[in-house]
């Protein structure tokens, strides 16, 4: 809220995820479970059920629990898919799902399960986004467009964070987490500027510093470890910061159920790009948001900051210009009369224009044309 805006008493709930991390958390699923029900409906995408399935169920015969179906989500977090979850008989016969996969597979099993009130739980089997541990699903368009966040009350009952699982996926999920996980300090430290917070928006933007700090230290380390397929501490602390930390502050930020404090310019960026096929198709989500970032940091004249993330991006090969995301100088002329009035950056401390844009680009350049 802005600063002349008088501060309430109010009733409010949080929730807050729990979670387990390891190499062999699924023996954890028992004791969490158990007590939600008998009848399991894995619901996950193709590959991430190849990855996960077996153990999942190695784990499970140990329990009192029965997989009685296995399902695919779709191929994107859409109402329809939702809706063609919630009419399968397997579905209304369980008592629980475990949702198995990426962003999208997790977010359409929470968009269902949630809004039914029946009890979920994930299993992430990639280190992309915080999905997991969210209380919002991320809805496209039929057309595979941004359409809006869905908001809940309250997260997935329990995440099984299972580090031997994620450090043998491809390497490039954990690689674009990155990038997702680092934009979420700077777009919350900014949208929150010279503002007087409510305590749960407080305790999110406090708590983002920690999507930046652990990439920064090491994310160059892990994303080599993970490349080599080992579960090492570096990797570990890289999964528990896009997991886990993002997560929670997504949870702080997003309590009034707005993107406000949530999101920014470099969002902005990312769903603007998304009117080009090539960003859906050939990159991930947190690649484009980590370029994006770059341009937050300059419009913001954060030029300390630019050249830290700058140089990481460098160091992991995430996208430091228009043409690693295969995007032309027309397409990009095109996106800056978009972005400025996108959501993400109603909330911003003051007007990105047009302008704005053009000049972080010409100093982006420069600073390529440097090495």
């Given at each position: 809220?802005?600063?002349?805006d008088?501060?309430k008493?109010?009733?409010?709930?949080?929730?807050?995820?729990?979670?387990?991390?390891?190499?062999h958390?699924?023996?954890?699923?028992?004791?969490?479970?158990?007590?939600y029900?008998?009848?399991?409906?894995?619901?996950?995408?193709?590959?991430?059920?190849?990855?996960?399935?077996?153990?999942?169920?190695?784990?499970?015969e140990?329990?009192?629990?029965?997989?009685?179906?296995?399902?695919?989500?779709?191929?994107?977090c859409?109402?329809?898919?939702?809706e063609?979850?919630?009419?399968?008989?397997?579905?209304?016969?369980?008592?629980?799902?475990?949702g198995?996969?990426?962003?999208?597979?997790?977010?359409?099993?929470k968009?269902?399960?949630?809004?039914?009130?029946?009890?979920v739980?994930?299993?992430p089997?990639?280190a992309s986004?915080?999905?997991a541990?969210?209380?919002?699903?991320?809805?496209?368009?039929?057309?595979?467009?941004f359409?809006?966040?869905?908001?809940?009350?309250?997260?997935?009952?329990?995440?099984?964070?299972?580090?031997?699982?994620?450090?043998?996926?491809?390497?490039q999920?954990?690689?674009?987490?990155?990038?997702?996980?680092y934009?979420?300090y700077?777009?919350?430290?900014?949208s929150?500027?010279?503002?007087?917070l409510?305590h749960?928006?407080?305790?999110?933007?406090?708590?983002?510093?920690?999507?930046?700090d652990p990439?920064l230290?090491?994310?160059?380390?892990?994303?080599?470890?993970?490349?080599?397929?080992?579960?090492?501490?570096?990797?570990?602390?890289?999964?528990?910061?896009?997991?886990?930390?993002?997560?929670?502050?997504?949870?702080?930020?997003?309590?009034?159920?707005?993107p406000?404090y949530?999101?920014?310019?470099?969002?902005?960026?990312?769903?603007a790009?998304?009117?080009?096929?090539?960003?859906?198709?050939?990159?991930?989500?947190?690649?484009?948001?980590?370029?994006?970032?770059?341009?937050?940091?300059?419009?913001?004249g954060?030029?300390?900051?630019?050249?830290?993330?700058?140089?990481?991006?460098?160091?992991?090969?995430?996208?430091?210009?228009?043409?690693?995301?295969e995007?032309?100088?027309?397409?990009?002329?095109?996106?800056?009369?978009?972005?400025?009035?996108?959501?993400?950056?109603?909330?911003?401390?003051?007007?990105?224009?047009?302008?704005?844009?053009?000049?972080?680009?010409?100093?982006?350049?420069?600073?390529?044309?440097?090495g």
């Open positions: 809220m802005k600063e002349d008088p501060m008493l109010e009733n409010y709930e949080v929730h807050l995820p729990s979670y387990s991390i390891g190499d958390i699924y023996d954890k699923i028992g004791p969490v479970c158990e007590s029900g008998k009848t399991v409906l894995l619901i996950g995408g193709r590959r991430a059920l190849a990855a996960a399935e077996t153990k999942i169920r190695s784990y499970v140990k329990t009192n629990l029965e997989i009685i179906g296995v399902e695919l989500y779709g191929n994107d859409t109402y329809a898919n939702v063609k979850l919630r009419q399968l008989p397997v579905y209304q016969q369980a008592d629980m799902v475990f198995v996969g990426g962003g999208k597979a997790l977010d359409t099993v968009c269902l399960c949630i809004t039914d009130d029946k009890p739980f994930t299993f089997t990639i986004n915080c999905a541990c969210t209380s919002v699903s991320i809805m496209y368009n039929d057309d595979g467009t359409l809006k966040p869905n908001f809940f009350v309250r997260p997935a009952m329990h995440a099984f964070i299972d580090t031997e699982i994620i450090a043998k996926a491809p390497v999920y954990m690689w674009a987490g990155i990038g997702d996980t934009a979420k700077y777009e919350a430290t900014i929150s500027r010279d503002e007087r409510e749960f928006t407080s305790l999110g933007v406090a708590l983002s510093v920690m999507c930046r990439l230290e090491y994310g160059v380390k892990a994303l080599s470890d993970h490349e080599q397929g080992l579960c090492t501490y570096d990797v570990e602390q890289v999964v528990l910061a896009i997991v886990v930390t993002t997560g929670i502050a997504s949870i702080f930020l997003t309590k009034d159920f707005t406000d949530n999101s920014g310019l470099a969002h902005a960026i990312f769903y790009l998304t009117s080009y096929p090539v960003i859906e198709e050939k990159h991930l989500h947190g690649e484009v948001v980590g370029f994006g970032v770059l341009f937050a940091l300059l419009v913001d954060q030029y300390d900051e630019f050249e830290k993330i700058y140089t990481l991006n460098r160091q992991l090969g995430l996208p430091t210009s228009l043409a690693q995301i995007i032309t100088e027309e397409q990009w002329a095109e996106s800056i009369n978009r972005i400025p009035e996108m959501s993400d950056v109603k909330h911003y401390p003051y007007k990105v224009t047009k302008e704005m844009l053009t000049t972080a680009m010409q100093q982006l350049n420069e600073r390529e044309a440097r």
